[in-house]
């Protein structure tokens, strides 16, 4: 059975919780697709072209531990905007959307690019201030001592850029539900999640 699910959003509005949470639900295979992202901007840092580094990428590179501070996040959306980048991950990606036994993909552009024949999507957002606190909150505990006023204005400057990149810009896809998670708990949006994948299911 093939059944992919794209889930899409800006940064900290909570798709990477729910895409895992969905997929533990209903058993597929899940792929954080930002994290291909992350790897590519973590070497860039490094030292690495990023077409280079994006075309070279190995399974290994994606530890999510590894590639979640700050400066990879604003790395990651600086590589993102760059079209050979892009165009380089994007077989890895469809073949994992197609893999037997379904799968859930998350990240910016997999409902509208990587997989806009999906058979469910999602669109999960927030308000920029509740995302901002959010990503605060998850910088501090790893031991960041970065101000709330520095996360909103980085989380401000990756949505235009997000979504006003000439390549596959982020929006929501014309069929995709979407999931405001600002007023919600985890568990609330889950819920919301998986109700709307089974609608899809069920048709």
Known sequence: MRFTIAI??????????ISKAVAQHFGFAHLDTGLLYRAVGAQMLAGVPP???????????LDAAKLRSADVAQAASKVAAIPEVRAALVDFQRAFASRAGGA????????????????????????????ATRRHLELTAAGSSTDYATVLADVKERDARDMNRAD????????AVVLDTS????AQAIAQAIAAISSKQQR
């Open 104 to 131: 859930v993909l998350d990240g910016r552009d997999i409902g509208t690019v990587i997989c806009p024949e999906a058979e469910a999507k999602l669109f999960v957002t927030a308000t920029p201030e509740v995302r």
């Open 168 to 175: 596959a810009p982020l929006r929501p896809a014309a069929d």
């Open 183 to 186: 007023q919600l708990s985890i």
């Open 8 to 17: 899409d959003g800006p940064a900290a509005a909570g798709k990477g919780t």
């Open 51 to 61: 077409v280079e580094a994006a075309q070279t990428l190995q399974a290994d590179a």
